[in-house]
């Protein structure tokens, strides 16, 4: 009772708190009339997409919903429309929250030109993403432990119910339920980043194609006629769909480890390969809960001592220690909580992979929480301007565009090694301290303090709308100084929020994968139904993985694809508004903003049904046709292949873009803006424009969302595949 007793403090408090910063932030001055005009359009740009967007999300979710009831059980269907509710609704109050505290920043820098009271109110509109991110999420976790684990208790189980003091669960039906909920937030997740990102990135590269090399006016200058789109763009990008892509991390990597210990407690004590009580499976189904929601609560606090405390003008220490008060408290409280929650019960099983001590399952969230912080500092290194690889794409652009796009590949493929290394050492510590069920928990761990992380993360666009709004308003130079400098600083922290998502990506979709493995694949109270599906010398096994690995690659060009033929349209638009209309570029005329926003929005909602597809089907053709074995191939193969890739995607744009930054703050002597230098490393950000905002940050919910499919599927797979109507399994054993 105590971990929901804490469930329900994490979720009033952080989503009172979000309501009060919400409050707080939108009854601050928004500027002079024109300011408010101006944030008005992104304002209403940014509503229109994401209602459109919604509108045809939520078709394709009512149709898996009465799939997932008919096929496998109406519980599933309906947690699963949980878990769409919670993440489209967290995903619109980030972005609504976000298209108020942009004009609110640029007035702040106008009336006080303090960077240091411009970072908070730019940190307190980024805040409420995550605090309703993390709220949200957890009160969708609530509802199902409760009120669905109560319904499931009342269940005939076939013997196989854990009796508890809290709960009565089957397990079964439960841990199906609670991959609904996940694979809810999946879909959400998936299609607000890929619309998001399609739409913003088409703006984007339209605004500096034309704009910037070729009209050679500033960025953000309200004579471009993509300005508002691009604007637009970072809201429902980069805001939405971050808030939806981690806040489907944090579900997928809680019902993971919930999923695991279910599973291993029936493989325990059913096949007698070790002894497990009923009180600590229970204990170990709710800690992971209990762990995110203290780490929400220790976040909630991270971000109060900024918003408290008086802020130097040095944004990026601020926003560090912000982390670094969150992840502190996190550690010490939950190592605390650890030992008194699982008061010296231990267990070890036999051959499953699997023990947990007093603080094993601590230890391990610690593991995850380090790498995470580790993964951030790496991607800080190869993105930030501040250190060397960045530095030296902006000093070989000055030899032109191909050297531009020659060392930023190379930077991007380097950046991949040390992430990796961290993420195989944080298998194998939290392996070694409490099993598969450990590297469940370090998911958990590098997630837990991730509301400051995301809150730091949400502030850059923020604050690159606010600059936007600073530069169409004809402002003082000094405001959009200071708001470069807070864009500038928020460029890495974006870099180094990717570099979270993907490091828990991993260790979720790793997670899963355990689930996967050790999932009922015979039907309920079949012992021998319990046990791994992959052989990896295994013809099928090895089909799926060269397939696997492919997806990743093809899903990515699709992508990259989408966002060219919307940027095309983008760019014909610009050029055409300029040539037959002259007067825009002496500021005579104004441009038609509405055209390219309506340009961005189609392009963006006609191109995301097919990657989404690519994410969905797979598994389940996969699964019908070839068996349970293919499936597990195909998982590893995309995970292997999809995190590379990510990586190096997200680390080569944020380089690419920074290096742009470096040349325009003159850091590279005798080639600032409008120089020949400038130019190539325009072209150098627009090509990196699809890798870091659209393809990177999808990959992450590609692996992830087909791990979840593939969760609620495998039993039905090992049924009913076509190999196996056909009597070719025995074949492939």
């Not at 046990?531 to 089909?543: C, K, S, V």
């Not at 020949?676 to 919910?701: A, R």
Request: a neutral charge.
């Amino acid at each position: 009772m105590s971990g929901f007793l804490v469930m329900g403090a994490a979720v009033l408090v952080t989503l009172v708190f979000a309501a009060i910063n919400f409050k707080q932030v939108k009854k601050m001055r928004g500027g002079n009339e024109l300011m408010e005009e101006i944030a008005l359009a992104i304002r209403e740009g940014s509503n229109t997409f994401l209602l459109h967007e919604l509108k045809a999300m939520y078709k394709v979710a009512i149709f898996v919903a009465v799939l997932l009831g008919v096929v496998v059980n109406w519980y599933v269907g309906v947690a699963f429309i949980i878990g769409a509710v919670m993440s489209g609704t967290a995903g619109f109050v980030g972005m609504k929250i976000a298209t108020y505290a942009n004009v609110r920043v640029a007035n702040t820098a106008r009336e006080t030109k303090s960077l240091g009271q411009t970072l908070k109110t730019a940190f307190k509109g980024g805040s409420v993403m995550w605090l309703s991110v993390g709220g949200y999420s957890m009160l969708g976790l609530l509802i199902i432990f409760v009120v669905f684990g109560k319904l499931m208790g009342q269940m005939d189980s076939d013997n196989l119910t854990i009796v508890s003091n809290w709960i009565g669960v089957n397990y079964i039906p439960f841990t199906m339920t609670v991959a609904g909920y996940a694979l809810g937030c999946s879909l959400v997740a998936l299609f607000d980043r890929i619309g998001g990102g399609i739409y913003t990135k088409a703006a984007d590269m339209g605004a500096d194609l034309v704009g910037k090399t070729e009209a050679k006016i500033p960025e953000d200058d309200p004579r471009n006629p993509a300005t508002i789109a691009d604007n637009v763009g970072d809201n429902v990008g980069d805001v939405a769909g971050l808030g939806a892509d981690l806040l489907e991390s944090y579900v997928g990597a809680i019902i993971a480890s919930t999923t695991l210990a279910a599973y291993m407690f029936y493989i325990a004590n059913a096949k007698g390969t070790g002894i497990i009580s009923e009180s600590l499976v229970q204990k170990l189904m709710i800690f992971p809960v209990l762990f995110a929601a203290i780490g929400l609560l220790s976040c909630t606090i991270g971000i109060l001592y900024l918003i408290l405390k008086k802020v130097s003008n040095k944004p990026h220490k601020e926003l560090n220690l912000s982390v670094w008060v969150s992840a502190g408290i996190t550690i010490v409280v939950t190592g605390v909580v650890t030992y008194l929650f699982f008061n010296g019960e231990s267990a070890t099983f036999e051959n499953a992979g699997f023990n947990v001590g007093t603080l094993s399952p601590w230890i391990a969230a610690v593991t995850g929480i380090v790498s995470g912080v580790l993964i951030g500092l790496v991607a800080e290194y190869y993105t930030s301007y501040d250190f060397k690889p960045t530095q030296h794409i902006a000093k070989t652009s000055v030899q032109g565009t191909a050297l531009t796009i020659t060392t930023g590949l190379s930077n991007g493929m380097k950046s991949v090694l040390l992430p990796v290394i961290i993420l195989a050492i944080a298998v194998i510590s939290s392996f070694y301290f409490a099993g598969i069920y450990g590297v469940t928990m370090a998911a958990i761990g590098m997630l837990s303090f991730v509301a400051t992380t995301v809150s730091v993360d949400t502030y850059g666009p923020i604050a690159d709308n606010a600059g936007g709004i600073s530069e169409m308003a004809k402002l003082d130079p000094a405001v959009r100084k200071i708001t470069d400098k807070l864009d500038s600083v928020g460029n890495t922290t974006a870099a180094i929020g990717k570099g979270f998502a993907i490091g828990s990506a991993a260790l979720a979709a790793l997670s899963l994968l355990a689930s996967y493995l050790y999932s009922q694949v015979s039907g309920a109270g079949d012992v021998e139904g319990f046990t791994l599906l992959l052989n990896i010398i295994n013809p099928l096994t090895l089909a799926g993985a060269l397939v696997g690995g492919a997806i990743p690659f093809f899903f990515s060009g699709l992508l990259i694809d989408s966002v060219a033929k919307a940027a095309g349209k983008m760019v014909e638009e610009v050029r055409r508004q300029f040539r037959e209309f002259p007067g825009i570029l002496t500021g005579d005329v104004k441009p038609d903003y509405n055209q390219c926003i309506s340009i961005s929005s189609e392009g963006a909602l006609k191109e995301m049904t097919l990657p989404a597809a690519i994410a969905i089907l797979p598994p389940l053709l996969g699964g019908f046709i070839f068996g349970a074995e293919f499936v597990g191939g195909l998982l590893i193969g995309t995970l292997l292949s999809g995190i590379m890739l990510a990586l190096f995607t997200a680390n080569a744009g944020g380089s690419w873009d920074n290096a742009k930054k470096l040349v325009e703050t003159g850091g590279v002597e005798g080639h600032g803006k409008g120089s020949e230098t400038h130019n190539s490393t325009i072209i150098g950000d627009t090509v990196g424009d699809p890798l870091k905002d659209t393809v990177g940050p999808s990959l992450d919910i590609l692996i992830k969302i087909m791990s979840v499919i593939s969760l609620i599927g495998v039993s039905i797979f090992q049924k009913f595949n076509l190999f196996e109507l056909l009597g070719l399994t025995n074949l492939f054993k």
